[in-house]
């Protein structure tokens, strides 16, 4: 299974959530373009729907283009399932997200990620996520239980972007709540009074 699927957090104290947020938003700036040319359009497609449905029929267009019969697989909310092979331009393999709400990698089926994980997909396509870096976090990892490919962003501009930086990201989020917790004053002392401790390994 891949890293993403098992990996836990740290509790969502306020300052985590905030680094987390901080650290999401930096790893999307440090994505690097990607030159569509170079994806691997002939071997099954996976699209995660994480914006409006307009994104997703302009990502899907840009499919069909490259490749005019692709095997193509999305997620969606259960509900948008009609909608979404209305506005598709090719046959498709509906997989059902069975909850309202956004998306978490917790609440997705067992059996539908087993189903994904058998699939030899070539490209993993999730829409620009925008100012909603906490969706980021759970779009990178459903997509990395499904597989270890590199993860690809189909920008708000229809370009491609790269999310090579994931373990990257990770890393620095360990260090970071790690000095955090190790800065938090102890109940009923100042922070002058504090006993020094070892700090964090980084």
């Not at 498709?92 to 998306?103: D, N, Q, V």
């Not at 790690?178 to 102890?186: F, N």
Request: glycine share 4%.
């Amino acid at each position: 299974m891949p890293e993403e699927a098992t990996r836990t957090s740290r509790t969502d104290t306020e300052p985590a959530i905030s680094l987390r947020a901080v650290l999401d938003l930096l790893l999307q700036d440090m994505h690097k373009a990607v030159d569509p040319a170079t994806l691997s359009w002939d071997r099954p497609i996976f699209v995660l729907r994480s914006a409006n449905m307009g994104r997703l029929q302009a990502l899907l267009e840009e499919i069909v283009l490259r490749c005019p019969a692709p095997a193509l697989h999305v997620m969606s909310h259960a509900r948008d399932e009609e909608a979404l092979r209305q506005a598709a331009p090719c046959a498709l393999t509906f997989h059902a997200y069975p909850t309202a709400g956004r998306y978490r990698l917790e609440d997705v089926p067992v059996a539908v990620l087993d189903r994904l994980r058998a699939v030899p997909f070539g490209i993993l396509f999730y829409l620009d996520t925008g100012p909603y870096d906490d969706l980021f976090n759970e779009v990178e990892r459903l997509l990395g239980a499904i597989s270890s490919i590199d993860i690809t962003r189909f920008c708000n501009d229809d370009t491609y972007a790269g999310s090579s930086h994931r373990r990257l990201r990770q890393r620095a989020e360990a260090a970071f709540l790690g000095l955090i917790e190790w800065y938090r004053p102890m109940p009923g002392t100042e922070a002058s009074d504090r006993p020094m401790r070892q700090g964090p390994r980084l």
